[in-house]
């Protein structure tokens, strides 16, 4: 069997110490600048150790991006009968982990400002952890006693797009190689979807995501091979030696010598992380007990998927944003010297065992081949550049996925608990949103909407007004 039962609302058991551990660890951590969840946040960390930046200038920056994500994103999916987003609990532990004063001329034992701040990371963080896994649980409670339920309807915010994960592959074609490319793309994933159904087979997204993910590989190869192929048009009179050819000119001995400095550098900043490894291994390994519960999601899409138990297609949707953000997580952990916290395998290889203890230590060994491979993984990211660039408009692809059908998942939301008038609520706040100088992130808005219409006909009901 792949995957575990979910219950929802996430159970307090195993929750509350799972989510305790996590926040504990991953504030510890932060602190000690061994790794960092937030993408934005990682590319300063280096300026931290140094002393460039001072600790409550990046704690600021922290707090502003772990607000807008909170609050944004990672609340309005999490709230109700839904699997909530891992967002809430590590984009804080980033921030209350660099707000920690600590001292990285020394080890963690050493001194007492290193002391202190390791042991109030584990105590800040395992509240964190602990208090946030008791709100969402009694916060869906609440929710689905009210005068007009809300709970189960947040599980609308995601549904209209929840098989469509074959859109990932199928726009990235459309966005990097083309309208008509793309076109076809989908044409194809579409009569692979008519044919799996006609042919009963299961999961027909699933095969339709196949045959557009295929076609995207081969897209992919043969523009690899075609950049291959130019290197080779290289006139033969430049490979010709001639006299003084041995005698290097002076920018081309800066520039290898800059290469190899950057390369030490590389490497240095990879053996600082793996000096870490232990701690970082067991953040993974409760992070695969946590995927494997489902008590936490890495998206909205896999989160939806994987509580109406449909373990392959939530794995294969978080394969496609592991490709997507794998080039860049991967990339700033080498320049900085700080690991990612999570890059989205995690998730694919938890989702599909059998148990939490199983998730838990195979994700503990795929965190040790992450860290090992770090810099082979960069080197055939520079040697085939196309593979960054494919990632970069993936991204993109499952954010404007996101972005219209949440939209459409909001309104279906709104209706379900105000009718027409919430369908059209929905709409003035995309309107507004538009036109707002401080707009909403557009795939945050349908689901924030409808929550704004649920507290609307909750607050009009108590007041004697129902629709």
């Known amino acids: 069997m792949l995957g575990s039962e979910v219950n929802l609302p996430i159970p307090l058991l195993p929750a509350v110490p799972l989510f305790a551990a996590m926040g504990a660890l991953s504030t510890v951590l932060v602190n000690r600048n061994v790794s960092v969840f937030h993408d934005g946040l990682r590319p300063i960390m280096p300026s931290l150790r140094s002393g460039e930046m001072s600790r409550p200038e990046v704690a600021k920056i922290s707090f502003s991006l772990a607000l807008a994500f909170i609050w944004a994103f990672g609340l309005p999916y999490s709230v109700g009968f839904v699997i909530p987003l891992i967002y809430l609990l590590y984009i804080a532990t980033d921030w209350i982990g660099v707000s920690i004063p600590a001292d990285y001329e020394r080890p963690w034992w050493q001194g007492g400002t290193n002391r202190i701040g390791v042991l109030a990371s584990l105590v800040l963080g395992a509240a964190w952890g602990a208090g946030l896994a008791l709100f969402l649980h009694y916060l869906a409670v609440g929710m689905d006693h009210l005068p007009v339920p809300l709970a189960e309807g947040t599980r609308l915010f995601t549904e209209p797009v929840v098989q469509g994960f074959f859109l990932f592959p199928v726009l990235t074609i459309a966005y990097h190689y083309g309208l008509k490319a793309g076109i076809a793309a989908f044409g194809l994933s579409t009569v692979v979807w008519f044919v799996a159904s006609e042919l009963d087979l299961t999961r027909p997204s699933v095969w339709a995501f196949c045959a557009a993910l295929l076609l995207m590989v081969v897209f992919l190869v043969r523009e690899a091979r075609g950049r291959v192929g130019a290197n080779d048009e290289v006139p033969a009179g ?10 290097q000119p002076s920018w081309a001995v800066d520039e290898a010598e800059a290469d190899d400095d950057e390369s030490a550098m590389f490497a240095e900043n990879v053996r600082r992380i793996k000096r870490n490894l232990p ?16 008590v936490v999601a890495m998206d909205p899409f896999s989160a939806h998927l994987y509580a109406v138990h449909l373990v392959v297609p939530a794995a294969l949707v978080m394969l496609m944003w592991a490709f997507a953000f794998i080039p860049m997580k991967f990339t700033t952990a080498v320049v900085t010297g700080t690991m990612a916290t999570g890059t989205f395998l995690e998730p694919v290889v938890a989702l599909l065992l059998p148990n939490p203890w199983v998730a838990a230590a195979a994700v503990a060994v795929l965190r040790v081949v992450e860290v090992f491979s770090l810099l082979m993984v960069i080197g055939w990211i520079e040697r085939w550049p196309n593979i960054r660039e494919v990632a970069d408009v993936m991204r993109t692809a499952i954010f404007q996925t996101m972005e219209i059908g949440f939209l459409v998942g909001g309104a279906l939301a709104a209706f379900a608990w105000a009718g027409e008038w919430g369908v059209a609520a929905v709409v003035a706040a995309w309107f507004f949103n538009v036109r707002a100088k401080a707009p909403v992130m557009p795939m945050s808005l349908g689901a924030i909407a409808a929550l704004g219409v649920g507290v609307v006909v909750n607050v009009m009901a108590v007041v004697g007004l129902n629709l």
Do not use: M, T
Request: glycine share 12%.
């Open 238 to 247: 430049w490979l010709e030696e001639r006299p003084g050819d041995d005698a």
């Open 279 to 294: 701690l970082i291994v067991v953040l993974a390994a409760l992070s695969g007990a946590a995927y494997n519960s489902g």
